[in-house]
């Protein structure tokens, strides 16, 4: 009976852990990685105009973009809920959107730097919006 006990204590603590991170889903068969449309707009709405880049990736090693969607959460491309409370910092005028698929998955995501959670999203796409320079 002590036996069992055990080894059910042990099933339970082998089953507990801090991984509240999201893998990165893999790469559907015969897919590609990535299509995506980056925009950025370093002015927001200022004169300059956005410059955009097209990303195509069939593996994470074809490119530094690529390696970067490759090891982002599926997070990233979420809009921040309204019921979270954000630090009201201003990072900057910039603007960013990413348009396409990424692991098969619809993507229509807008960025910007104008408190704390956003500018963590941006931070957290970075290597992928300066893509667009």
Request: glycine share 12%; proline share 3%.
């Amino acid at each position: 009976m002590r036996l069992v006990v055990a080894l059910i204590g042990l099933a339970l603590v082998a089953g507990c852990g801090d991984d509240d991170e999201q893998a990165a889903a893999p790469t559907p068969s015969g897919g590609s990685l990535a299509e995506l449309t980056v925009t950025v707009d370093k002015d927001g709405d200022g004169g300059a105009a956005a410059k955009t880049a097209d990303v195509s990736c069939e593996a994470a090693g074809d490119s530094q973009a690529c390696a970067a969607l490759d090891a982002m959460k599926a997070d990233t491309f979420e809009a921040t809920p309204s019921d979270v409370a954000c630090t009201q910092q201003y990072g900057g005028p910039e603007t960013a959107t990413v348009k396409g698929t990424l692991r098969g998955k619809t993507i229509d995501a807008s960025f910007s730097r104008t408190n704390g959670c956003e500018i963590s999203r941006w931070n957290a796409a970075k290597d992928l919006l300066g893509a667009a320079g």
